[in-house]
């Protein structure tokens, strides 16, 4: 009888044993409908060279509000050398441009397959160009949007383009004229070239640049009906605001590409479209 007690005692300790491995070594179920694929975006910003401003916030809640989530990051390149001063420190942009970089590097590392997108502003997309150029091969975002480039319009984006998976929306606006001719003629672009920045009428691709790469440009020229429906006059920060934002920005990071009303087809852009240099000529 003690025999018998003692084998049962024994096999049902090893059951628990086993039991409990299998609990501890099997992954737990999907609920349903879940997709363990699907992971947050990581978005970084980068403001102009006013320094962290509320039309940077305007942009990412205008963002949140139409539905795109993700963990939202500004990253002030500036250290509160406004204005001036942090257009001219050409010695520091390469140091910023390395810190941007590394935070993306760092982002993929840490979750190799978590979607990146940037967006940038003014100064901001300078100092952004300049770290997607230093990015190792292998890293590269979804998208990025910049707007109101100050960087001279014949700046070769080949080598930023080739670290981005899907498009470059580039927001341009020829009312944007006292920052971006006006003031970049007198105190110059970020690149340091005394002109009208690309932010005021779009790139122009340079003859040696690379060609596939500059598909992936998708000009988003100021259109005369965006003042009435979205409250956008075109100036230097309207691009970012929340109603533009939401209304119009968000969906190109939704869908793929920018939202195309009955009126645009007839309404004409203000500004040219990225375009080959010799063209000009």
């Given amino acids: ?9 024994r096999t049902v300790r090893r ?20 997709n363990t694929e699907t992971r947050q975006p990581f978005f970084l910003h980068l403001n102009g060279i006013g320094g962290e401003r509320v039309v940077d ?38 140091i910023e441009a390395r810190k941007v970089a590394d935070l993306i590097i760092a982002q993929y590392k840490a979750s190799p397959k978590t979607p990146i997108y ?6 901001g997309t300078a100092i952004m160009t300049w770290a997607l150029e230093l990015l190792p091969d292998e890293v590269k975002v979804e998208s990025v949007l910049m707007f109101a ?9 080949s080598k930023a ?23 970049t003629k007198m ?5 340091g070239v005394r002109c009208e920045a690309a932010g005021l009428k779009g790139f122009v691709k340079p003859i040696s640049a690379d060609a596939e790469q500059y598909k992936k440009l998708v000009p988003q020229p100021y259109q005369r009906t965006w003042a009435m429906k979205y409250s956008n006059v075109g100036s230097h920060i309207c691009a970012m605001r929340t109603k533009f934002a ?6 190109i990071l939704l869908t793929g590409k920018p939202p195309v009303d009955d009126d645009d087809a007839v309404a004409a852009p203000t500004t040219r479209p990225v375009e080959v240099k010799a063209a000009l000529q």
């Fill in 1 to 9: 009888m003690m025999l018998i007690r003692g084998l049962i005692v």
């Fill in 15 to 34: 059951w628990f044993v086993i039991s409990a491995l299998l609990l501890w070594l099997l992954p737990l179920p999907t609920r349903a409908g879940e």
């Fill in 57 to 94: 916030h305007t942009l990412i809640s205008g963002l949140r509000a139409a539905g795109f989530e993700a963990d939202y990051q500004i990253y002030d390149w500036t250290g509160g050398d406004i204005g001036i001063t942090a257009l001219q420190q050409h010695e520091r942009h390469p």
């Fill in 118 to 123: 940037l967006s940038c502003h003014s100064g």
């Fill in 149 to 157: 480039p100050a960087l001279s319009p014949e700046y070769d984006l």
């Fill in 161 to 183: 383009l080739s670290h981005v998976k899907q498009k470059l929306y580039v927001f341009s606006s020829p009312h944007d004229f006292v920052v971006l001719s006006a003031g």
């Fill in 187 to 191: 105190f110059g672009t970020m690149d």
């Fill in 246 to 251: 939401k209304e119009y920005v968000a969906k």
